[in-house]
């Protein structure tokens, strides 16, 4: 099995891997969010470098990404997501803070530091939950820990009634 090391840090859109830049502006204006860089309220990129597979490995894997970067934006009512991969492309999507929940963690293996997001991704109707990971880096718990502010602050939790009574 090959190990794959992560390198985490915020930065502004502009210093993200120039493929993801130019597809993150793309995406900014075909869903009309307006100027990424004044737009985003934080951006980390993380850059994931993959030992090479041994034969075997690499036979039953088939032809897997040994460089993946990925960027990750903050804006005010959106997290915004874009891979790239050296074997398998860019690609981009998002979510509106309101209809997605965050988790962030820890992985007991690696100790790398994994932002779980569930809900309606990209405006579709199908319930979808996936991991986005970085490296155990201080920039990866500081983003981590501003995303789950932000979706707490976008969908505050709702008040129960018990007997008609709003309990406080």
């Known amino acids: 099995m090959s190990g794959t090391t992560r390198t985490t840090r915020i930065c502004p859109p502009s210093q993200i891997h120039p493929g993801l830049a130019q597809a993150v502006r793309e995406y900014f204006q075909t869903n009309q969010l307006g100027d990424p860089e004044t737009e985003t309220q934080l951006c980390c990129e993380t850059i994931s470098r993959r030992d090479p597979p ?3 490995f690499a036979m039953l894997d088939g032809n897997p990404d040994l460089n993946v ?4 934006l903050l804006t005010a009512d ?3 997501w874009a891979r790239y ?3 398998t492309g860019t690609v981009v999507t998002g979510a509106k803070l309101q209809v997605i929940k965050v988790k962030a963690f820890v992985t007991r293996r690696t100790k790398d530091m994994e932002l779980e997001v569930t809900g309606f991704i990209a405006n579709t109707k199908e319930y979808v939950r996936g991991n986005l990971e970085m490296s155990p880096d201080p920039a990866a ?3 981590c820990n501003a995303v789950l502010s932000a979706v707490s602050t976008a969908k505050p939790p709702v008040k129960k009634k ?3 009574l709003i309990n406080d």
């Open 162 to 164: 018990f007997f008609g």
């Open 54 to 56: 041994g034969k075997l």
């Open 141 to 143: 718990e500081k983003f």
């Open 78 to 80: 959106r997290l915004v």
């Open 85 to 87: 991969g050296d074997q």
């Open 69 to 72: 970067h990925l960027a990750i």
